[in-house]
């Protein structure tokens, strides 16, 4: 039986093995961490609505029930040439490779001076201790952004951005000092969110407005200082907290590799996810470059779409058999933006988009679908039908 490698613990990787180990594939998942950090859920951490460790999906129990091998360690080099890939314990080699090892953030000078909640898992705690002490001082000014990436403009994490200053408005409304709190929202791009389509897009803004949200759009950001984000014209938004949400870049690894890689760092792929040049290696999730319409963007549903292309094709490369599938053409964007205390749904494809306002059962809705993925991953519920 084929040995087959992949590499990441995040959404594609995870996806990967579970396919893979449904054609009864020897599959063998190496994470750097001991969990799946569920990021759509990050949002909630820092205003107290959920904790940290119910959002970290612990990876030996998904082996356990689906049967594959998991590691953890480092992935220090992909040797692709030779089939191998250097770890910082050992080195392994593989008869087939998924890499879905994700992306970095894009940096910008200052960056320290900023918090996220797309970054490292735990500084989603240390946010939310920075949110209190300022609510416990009674008055302050947050600003909360996110960047893009000019080399590869799907490479975002606007939604996150938008969710979290929705609900820490929410958070300071309940508590009285929403008054006391100056809340500025801030990105490069002159319409940012235009990607879900033009009323999404007209909808958030207009929500923002409501909620007296002040933006700052169509500047690019020059730099972070301890206390404000500077633009290139040289204003300044000065503020108590900061928060950042960068855009992504390729990782490290893949600098190193001996990989096809895109102007952003990202793996090019074809349309059924192989890497180009080498017919046993797939590439899925933020580590690949996207091919399909400019407003593409890597979501985690997407990162699942392309795990399941991967796994397929490598069982018909294996049986060389016919019958590839195309992850181009089930491009999509979905987005259940969590408002505080309702919802927004957003769906588009090549041709429609959909916008449908959820009050209040937007909120519980997505807070459901947590829960699920936690359960359905470890099978302690069905699957449902693209989810």
Same mark, same amino acid.
């Given at each position: ?22 054609? @009864? ?24 609505? &959920? ?6 999906? *612990? ?9 594959? %091998? ?44 900023? &918090? ?15 949110? @209190? ?19 590869? *403009? ?5 939604? *996150? ?5 929705? @609900?820490? %408005?929410? %958070? ?22 235009? &990607? ?87 590439? =899925? +999730? ?13 979501? +985690? ?8 292309? =991967? =796994? ?54 997505? &807070? ?13 519920? *069905? ?5």
């Amino acid at each position: 039986m084929k040995h087959i490698l992949v590499l990441g613990g995040g959404f594609a990787g995870v996806e990967s093995a579970i396919q893979l180990r449904k054609k @009864n594939q020897n599959v063998t998942l190496i994470s750097n961490r001991e969990f799946l950090f569920i990021y759509p859920l990050s949002i909630w951490i820092p205003v107290n609505l &959920r904790r940290y460790e119910k959002t970290c999906l *612990p990876l030996r129990d998904v082996a356990a029930r689906h049967g594959f %091998h998991f590691i953890v360690d480092e992935v220090r080099r992909i040797d692709a040439a030779n089939s191998k890939v250097l770890l910082s314990n050992s080195e392994i080699t593989y008869d087939y490779l998924v890499v879905t090892l994700g992306g970095e953030k894009l940096p910008l000078p200052g960056i320290e001076h900023t &918090r996220s909640i797309a970054d490292e898992p735990e500084k989603c705690l240390s946010l939310g201790k920075e949110i @209190n002490q300022l609510m416990n001082q009674g008055s302050g000014r947050i600003a909360i952004g996110f960047g893009g990436n000019p080399q590869d *403009p799907s490479a975002v994490r606007g939604g *996150p951005a938008f969710e979290l200053i929705f @609900n820490i %408005h929410e %958070h300071l409304k309940k508590r009285n000092l929403r008054d006391r709190f100056e809340l500025n929202f801030f990105a490069p791009m002159p319409n940012p969110g235009i &990607r879900l389509g033009e009323k999404a897009a007209g909808e958030v803004f207009r929500m923002l407005d409501r909620l007296s949200i002040t933006c700052h759009f169509g500047k690019k950001i020059n730099s972070f200082s301890e206390n404000s984000v500077c633009f290139e014209d040289g204003s300044e938004l000065e503020s108590d907290l900061i928060v950042f949400i960068s855009a992504r870049s390729g990782h490290r690894v893949l600098k190193d590799s001996d990989l096809p890689l895109s102007a952003a760092g990202f793996i090019q792929i074809d349309d059924h996810c192989q890497v180009q040049g080498f017919p046993r290696v797939y590439a =899925a +999730g933020d580590s690949a470059a996207l091919q399909g319409p400019n407003w593409k963007a890597k979501q +985690g549903h997407l990162a699942e779409i392309m795990a399941k292309t =991967a =796994a397929h094709n490598i069982v018909i490369h294996i049986q060389k058999g016919n019958g590839k599938k195309n992850y181009v053409d089930d491009l999509s964007i979905i987005c259940l933006m969590d408002t505080g205390k309702g919802g927004v749904f957003v769906y588009r494809d090549h041709r429609r988009q959909w916008l449908i306002p959820l009050p209040i059962v937007g909120h519980w809705l997505k &807070r459901l679908w947590g829960k699920y993925y936690i359960r359905s991953k470890l099978r302690h519920v *069905p699957r449902l039908l693209g989810m």
